[in-house]
């Protein structure tokens, strides 16, 4: 079973995940997770946007219910210019 399906059967059977799914519009077909589906992320070869990736980031987060100031934050080095 596809993602969007799973979670589309989760809402039907009324899941809070499910209903949180739906809210986000990912079932649509010009959603980010769409955008996603056909990157190199996923099914195809286009790279993604920024402001997709930050979309995707914050309804993941969302869809999980995760805080994102509870994650672990890893160092991060200085770039060389």
Not at 19 to 46: C, M, Q
Not at 64 to 74: A, G, V
Request: with cysteine.
């Amino acid at each position: 079973m596809a993602l969007q399906d799973a979670y589309t059967l989760l809402h039907a059977l009324g899941d809070d995940a499910g209903t949180r799914f739906v809210a986000l519009k990912w079932h649509e077909k010009a959603s980010p997770l769409a955008t996603r589906n056909d990157s190199i992320l996923a099914h195809g070869y286009t790279p993604i946007k920024y402001e997709v990736f930050k979309a995707l980031w914050k309804g993941c987060l969302n869809l999980m219910e995760i805080d994102k100031d509870k994650l672990i934050n890893f160092i991060s080095l200085p770039h060389p210019v």
